[in-house]
């Protein structure tokens, strides 16, 4: 086609993008319905055979033989003659579905026939048929099909001279909402010679019209000057689509060049025919993704369609288009001009052709999505293996320093907003990973004005998601204060669906791959692809654990998804951490990394798996994800392995500024507070050098000291010192010892403390700091630091006093020296316990003390167990203290050879029992 043509299809596919595109049918559309068996008329067919009828000859004015043939023969025969030249059996022609296919915001026909009503109820497209001003009032879609010259079932149709004369009267609405169509939409005549009289009509609203309106083109096969200037004088544009072919048939010329017109209108690839049209078709394509600085590669596979993704060693995509594969709905069109682009790439590989900038610009969409190359070829010589161009060598990644900051978790220093969107979206994620919601709050509201009015709008829609998960979070998170929840309670989110609907419909579909992600649905099937995929690979193990045999082509596939995945998150600065899918696919993906490496020796992990695992998986998840590499009783026990520069990244950069933000932040339990635990816990899996140990006790130490923590992080440090130990034997420093339980009694003497702390201190959450203490065989000389707390203490209430006794004071003293050992027995058996309310906690502190000999037995502690099981039975409860008790009781009888408490132990074995055989039945 022309270069005339060429912009007539650019304008006319910018209009119907913009809902503003009017198709105008006339009666040669009907004629693509003709088949052997069924034929429309042309009008000079339907005014012959009226002319028949009056027995005239000469006359050859249409509209005046109608109104002859009306006057002669009455309105029931008039109707009667044209009725029958429309069969209603008539079907509609592919012609007719790719007009509505094309989707313009109205069609509007000056047919009688029933062919484009048939259209749309046979293809369920969505358009509301308007007959009459009536149906036009009660019209509610958008979309319209508009029959001017009305239809035989309304009674209504316009073909007489007295119909043209008075159409203003009986259609005064539709005239005047065609002429507004007419004066505001891009037009499009189809099935009309220049001469048509049902044309002159509109031709004659349009003069009434200003010049200052969109273009009209009228599509004809004709080469005729005069005609193209008629047309031109009434600001139609005259479109020849079929060139110079020559057929004695016009209306198959005119059909079969306009389906590939209209076909390209819709938007589909009929005019790429060299290696620039190629290069531009990929380009524009991609170019929706060139503001973003990473791009998942589940977009590009959408967006491209008719390719997939392999993976070499180094977990690296390398992008393959396909061409044989069969595949569902393969587009073969599509497929051509892939191959074509193919073929370009491996005149590129041998050196035939330079790279132009066209192809580097969509080298460098690609490589954001971390895909290295493009498939040009099988190789020959190994079987299953593919060349490729790689293109990596052609770039060089500038978001780097950006993604290592965040994979650091290293706010000290981060960017500030600018007019550069990326640079403040960047800002406003690192606001929000440091807690600092309001002000992320208020750059993303600046970033959505910026991006709307620079009309970016890929970036917008990533804004517009985080700008609602900050909404989410000023309105019900706790810890932004309650004065500023309010504030924010009566705001609304974006309706994304909304924005995303009401966009053009070129940007709708540019735009599809980034709505998929922010209305979460492209989400949602990465977790349930990635879910689906773990019970495969679960399943292989337990074929390999008995002996058979897995075969698995693509075994670093997954991680290049996971790593491409964070990649996206961080490096667009996306807020959707807390999003349950999102946590779903990090939890499945390092549950993949782990059963992949099934017949190795050792597992470890990749820098993104941990990062992972310490910022997006929940700790009780990650405890049972990894339990296998330190559950006394599995095979894979010390098997875990995390490298030397590993570790070094963890312990020396993430561990410490997990610490340092941690600290900094005024939000009690912020969110540093599972991302240290999580920390912890992966270290303690690793096998350490004695001064890589030490760095991590120093970290730990900073924590405990300068910390408000709850009671978890305690728990924490106590599993990492308790696995370090059974797994790898590994000592701490004697001072570091000291240090650390001077830092716990220092916070009881000064009441340094949180009611977390305390109660974590008090109920002897570091249980493996004196176990370890006990151990290294340390003598604790501090005399002054245990006068001061055993004064402190004499100010307590008894019943804390008896807490910090048993769970604190007793381990104090089995690692102090002798002069330290005396003061502490002498505060302890110093300690009322006869004015102790709670029985139990009598009981149990007595038998204490008798297990580690600060005192002797005493027939009142039989008699006080006694009484508490006669209670007990009495009230008809049980206590979980009997289970301590029986543990103190059966220590006394076993390793000391105690009989005194015979008795009272059968009947606390007896209960114990029981409530255990109660637990066993229980359906709750």
């Not at 002669?72 to 044209?82: H, I, P, S």
């Not at 273009?215 to 008629?230: A, F, G, H, Q």
């Not at 034997?729 to 009881?748: A, D, M």
Request: hydrophobic share 40%; glycine share 2%.
């Amino acid at each position: 086609m022309n270069n005339n043509i060429d912009l007539a299809i650019k304008n006319i596919i910018e209009a119907n993008n913009n809902g503003n595109l009017a198709v105008f049918i006339g009666a040669g559309i009907s004629k693509t319905s003709d088949s052997g068996t069924s034929k429309l008329p042309t009008w000079g067919n339907l005014i012959e055979d009226l002319k028949v009828d009056l027995k005239i000859e000469d006359e050859l004015d249409f509209l005046k033989v109608a109104q002859m043939y009306y006057l002669e023969f009455g309105r029931y025969n008039y109707y009667k003659k044209l009725e029958q030249y429309f069969p209603k059996e008539i079907k509609p022609s592919e012609i007719h579905r790719l007009i509505f296919r094309i989707n313009p915001h109205v069609v509007i026909t000056t047919n009688w026939d029933g062919i484009l009503e048939k259209t749309i109820e046979e293809n369920a497209f969505v358009y509301d048929v308007v007959r009459s001003d009536l149906e036009l009032t009660k019209s509610i879609l958008q979309h319209k099909l508009i029959k001017m010259h009305g239809d035989f079932d309304c009674d209504n149709i316009v073909f007489k001279e007295d119909d043209y004369l008075k159409y203003q009267d009986n259609f005064p609405l539709l005239e005047n909402y065609i002429k507004s169509i007419l004066g505001t939409h891009t037009v499009l005549f189809l099935g009309y010679s220049y001469n048509d009289f049902n044309l002159k009509q509109i031709l004659n609203w349009i003069q009434t019209h200003s010049k200052h309106r969109p273009p009209m083109y009228l599509v004809d096969i004709k080469n005729e000057k005069t005609r193209e200037k008629y047309l031109k004088n009434h600001g139609i544009t005259y479109l020849n689509i079929a060139e110079d072919k020559a057929d004695p048939i016009y209306e198959k010329v005119y059909f079969d060049a306009l389906k590939p017109f209209l076909l390209q209108i819709k938007g589909q690839i009929t005019n790429i025919n060299s290696d620039e049209q190629v290069l531009e078709f990929v380009y524009n394509k991609l170019n929706v993704f060139k503001s973003f600085d990473c791009i998942l590669l589940e977009q590009i596979k959408k967006t491209l369609s008719e390719c997939e993704f392999v993976y070499d060693a180094d977990a690296k995509p390398v992008l393959r288009f396909f061409k044989d594969e069969i595949t569902r709905g393969g587009n073969q069109v599509k497929r051509a001009v892939y191959h074509r682009f193919i073929e370009y790439l491996k005149n590129i590989d041998e050196g035939k052709v330079d790279i132009p900038d066209k192809l580097l610009q969509i080298f460098q969409i690609l490589a954001k999505a971390g895909i290295k190359g493009i498939v040009f070829s099988k190789n020959k010589k190994q079987a299953n293996r593919d060349e490729y161009l790689p293109f990596e060598e052609f770039l060089h990644d500038k978001q780097k320093d950006k993604l290592e900051k965040h994979l650091n978790f290293d706010y000290e220093s981060i960017s500030h907003a600018s007019d550069d969107i990326s640079v403040s979206m960047d800002y406003a994620f690192s606001l929000f990973q440091m807690d600092r919601m309001v002000d992320a709050y208020s750059t993303m509201e600046n970033i959505i004005a910026t991006a709307i009015k620079m009309k970016d709008y890929a970036l917008l829609f990533s804004a517009m998601y985080n700008y609602n998960m900050l909404l989410w979070h000023l309105k019900f998170s706790s810890g932004v204060k309650r004065e500023d929840r309010k504030k924010y309670h009566k705001i609304e989110r974006y309706d994304l669906s909304e924005v995303f609907f009401n966009m053009t419909r070129d940007r709708r579909d540019s735009l599809s791959s980034i709505y998929e992600f922010v209305s979460e649905t492209m989400l949602v099937q990465m977790a349930y692809r990635i879910s689906e995929d773990l019970k495969k690979i679960e399943d292989s193990r337990k074929i390999i654990e008995r002996g058979g045999m897995v075969f698995n082509s693509d075994v670093t596939k997954h991680e290049a998804k996971h790593k491409n995945l964070i990649n996206f998150v961080l490096s667009n600065g996306v807020m959707i951490e807390n999003l349950q899918s999102f946590q779903s696919i990090n939890r499945h993906s390092i549950h993949i990394a782990i059963e992949r490496q099934i017949q190795k020796e050792d597992v470890s992990l990749n820098r993104y798996e941990l990062f992972a695992c310490i910022k997006y998986i929940e700790n009780k998840d990650l405890k049972a994800l990894f339990d296998e590499f330190y559950n006394k009783d599995s095979k894979r026990k010390g098997s875990f392995r995390i490298s030397e520069e590993h570790r070094h990244w963890i312990q020396n950069v993430v561990f410490v500024n997990l610490v340092e933000n941690y600290l900094k932040s005024d939000i009690t339990f912020n969110k540093y507070h599972n991302y240290i635990q999580n920390t912890i816990f992966i270290l303690s899996l690793a096998k350490h050098s004695e001064e890589e140990f030490e760095t991590i006790i120093r970290t730990i130490i900073k924590l405990i000291y300068k910390g408000s923590n709850s009671i978890s992080i305690f728990t924490s440090i106590n599993i990492f010192l308790g696995i370090q130990y059974n797994l790898f034997k590994i000592e701490i420093e004697k001072e570091q010892l000291t240090e650390l339980i001077e830092i716990l009694i220092n916070k009881l003497i000064h009441k340094n403390y949180n009611g977390h702390e305390y109660h974590a201190i008090t109920s002897n959450e570091l249980s493996n700091l004196f176990w370890y203490a006990d151990k290294s065989d340390i003598k604790f000389e501090n005399k002054k630091i245990i006068e001061l707390l055993l004064t402190v203490l004499d100010d307590f209430a008894l019943s804390d006093k008896i807490d910090i006794a048993q769970n604190l004071l007793i381990n104090l003293y089995l690692i102090s020296n002798d002069e330290i050992k005396y003061i502490i027995k002498e505060f302890l058996i110093s300690i009322p316990l006869n004015k102790e309310k709670e029985q139990y906690k009598r009981i149990i502190f007595n038998l204490l003390l008798v297990i580690y000999d600060l005192k002797d037995i005493e027939e009142t502690v039989v008699e006080d167990i006694e009484q508490y099981i006669k209670k007990l039975k009495n009230e008809r409860m049980f206590s979980s203290s009997l289970y301590e008790m029986k543990n103190e009781i059966d220590y006394l009888k076993n390793n000391r050879g105690v009989e005194l408490f015979d008795t009272v132990s059968r009947d606390i074995d007896a209960m114990v029992d029981q409530n255990e055989k109660r637990k066993e039945i229980s359906v709750f």
